[in-house]
């Protein structure tokens, strides 16, 4: 199994609701990853976990709140965001070696109303 | 610092032409790099990566890259473009702790 999962598929929250994205895989890998992408533009990358330890927080606002119950698991949890949040979040993930590829999931379609 | 440049934001082919996206790097140590595609409304899948050895690397559908040190660049080619191959290329180089620092990126257009 070679596959990362994401859910929802799409959301659409108010400014003020609460709300969370899953994340899960497979693979046996050690490290996971949030990224934040725009219309036409690159991964930005938000958050790093390396052996369920947050290891990178890409200066990312407390509205983002990451968490990784297992190593197989990871949310990211969504408070007060701002329409400008609105983006395709995308997980990913990896063996954990340092410079290794990362596997990624197909994202959230997040819109921020 | 790491980063990548990825000359042409759109490139476009005929449908059996040769496809070539560049790609170069700035690194101050032997880097990591990958190449990743992304459809419409989709994650990015990776299509062939460099790490150490051999600087001809092969890839999914067809595509392989060079690694040239000497030039810093990392081209991604295929020899006869498919309209399946249309989609946002992206390049990307790893230095340490799993960080990932991504080209602006490539949109290839395969046209009949």
Known sequence: DTEVTQTPKHLVMGMTNKKSLKCEQHMGHRAMYWYKQKAKKPPELMFVYSYEKLSINESVPSRFSPECPNSSLLNLHLHALQPEDSALYLCASSHGGGKDEQYFGPGTRLTVT | ?112
């Open chain 2, 1 to 112: 610092a790491q980063s990548v440049t990825q000359l042409g934001s759109h490139v476009s082919v005929s449908e059996g032409a040769l496809v070539l996206l560049r790609c170069n790097y700035s690194s101050s140590v032997p880097p990591y790099l990958f190449w990743y595609v992304q459809y419409p409304n989709q994650g990015l899948q990776l299509l062939l990566k460099y790490t150490t050895g051999a600087t001809l690397v092969k890839g999914i559908n067809g595509f392989e890259a060079e690694f040239k040190k000497s030039e810093t660049s990392f081209h991604l080619t295929k020899p006869s473009a498919h309209m399946s191959d249309a989609a946002e290329y992206f390049c990307a180089v790893s230095l340490l702790l799993s960080k990932l620092t991504f080209g602006t990126g490539t949109r290839l257009q395969v046209t009949l």
